[in-house]
Nanobody
Framework: QVQLVESGGGLVQPGGSLRLSCAASGSILNINAMGWYRQAPGKQRELVAHITSGGYLNYADSVKGRFTISRDNAENTVYLQMNSLKPEDTAVYYC??????????????WGQGTQVTVSS
């Protein structure tokens, strides 16, 4: 069984920074794309940032220049460094990954989510 566990959320003032981590564990042969999504109250879940196994990056326009996604393939971990945070960044942040367990097709997995609140 594969699990994605996020950490690093919390309460921060506008202009502050947070770093989210997401570690994948279990029966993992290879991890392809990894990403971060977020969902604010009353809104749909949206892509924040995405990184492929080859290092190709994609960001939502609203976070470009402020957020940085990275990954440590040896540790099966993806990070999201969030700087210059704004109140509109407040949401539950979810980790997502396409994982090959070596058993059957590549499946898509979600973490349980971590709350990020930006408020003074």
């Amino acid at each position: 069984q594969v699990q994605l566990v996020e950490s690093g959320g919390g309460l921060v003032q506008p202009g502050g920074s947070l770093r989210l981590s997401c570690a994948a564990s279990g029966s993992i042969l290879n991890i392809n794309a990894m990403g971060w999504y977020r969902q604010a109250p009353g809104k749909q879940r949206e892509l924040v940032a995405h990184i492929t196994s080859g290092g190709y990056l994609n960001y939502a326009d609203s976070v470009k220049g402020r957020f940085t996604i990275s990954r440590d393939n040896a540790e099966n971990t993806v990070y999201l460094q969030m700087n210059s945070l704004k109140p509109e960044d407040t949401a539950v942040y979810y980790c997502n990954a396409d994982i090959d367990t070596g058993w059957g097709p590549i499946n898509n997995y979600w973490g349980q989510g971590t709350q990020v609140t930006v408020s003074s």
